[in-house]
């Protein structure tokens, strides 16, 4: 029997992972302090790896875009931005700034091969129930010399107890969001690139810790609070928790 957690908005009983949450939690994805907080920063992480564009019309991927946070953090950069996702309150949200949205499942998603000069994959494969579909697919619609960006929870212990266990009792993490049995070890995922012709290199990530304290004091203290920078991802020396990954595809 699969774990169940309260939906956060409407009460009903749903499992871990279930993707009607996002449905429930439509109002919250462009909430600065809401609870997709941590998505707007490793969004921003995310784009850091993205080079400008080196050719006219070069297209961007984003696969489960959501609401398309990583879009004003790849303005000026030269891409075309098309998102997909099977949340489609999100794609109305994403194209409301400036991505152009496919609703599409990212197993199989329908675009031709190829055809992408970057595929971003962040907070995705950690959701799906066969990542190593979406890795095959991510590959495919990479041109030669295309660029795969991502993040992801590894699958470890101290993974489950921080991203579950603790992280589910912050407000940076919706309650259900996660199946710990989806996690994606770091070592599996570089050989599954690999098999499609990307050599990826991977990181471990994390939010500054003064930072998220000084985020986690303003959410306690709520309207009183003053305005203050958001949590910056930072590299760490250890992928066994959260990580970033990127590669090249060969010709």
């Known amino acids: 029997m699969r774990d169940v ?123 799906v129930p066969d990542w190593r579909r979406v890795v095959a697919e991510a590959c495919r619609l990479l041109r030669p010399g295309g660029l795969l960006v991502l993040d992801t929870l590894n699958d470890t212990l101290l993974s489950r107890i921080v991203a579950v266990h603790l992280g589910e009792r912050l407000p940076t993490v919706p309650k259900g969001i996660h199946d710990p049995r989806l996690f994606v070890d770091d070592r599996e995922l570089i050989a599954e690139c690999a098999r499609h012709g990307v050599a990826l290199r991977v990181r471990g990530v994390r939010p500054e810790v003064g930072g998220l304290l000084g985020w986690l004091l303003r959410r306690v203290r709520g309207a009183q609070a003053p305005a203050g920078r958001a949590p910056r991802i930072v590299p760490t020396r250890s992928a066994a928790v959260l990580y970033q990954g990127w590669g090249v595809r060969k010709g």
């Open 5 to 127: 957690a309260p939906a956060p908005t409407r009460g009903r009983v749903l499992p871990r992972n279930d993707p009607r949450q996002y449905d429930d939690l439509a109002g919250e994805w462009w909430r600065p302090d809401g609870v997709f907080a941590m998505l707007h920063w490793l969004a921003e992480a995310r784009a850091a790896l993205v080079p400008p564009a080196d050719r006219p019309d070069a297209l961007l991927v984003d696969l489960g875009c959501g609401a398309g946070l990583l879009a004003p953090h790849l303005a000026g950069r030269g891409y075309r931005h098309v998102g997909v996702d099977l949340t489609r309150s999100a794609l109305v949200q994403a194209a409301e700034h400036g991505v152009k949205p496919v609703n599409g499942d990212a197993t199989a998603v329908p675009l031709a091969d190829g055809c992408a000069d970057v595929v971003a994959a962040g907070e995705l494969l950690e959701h």
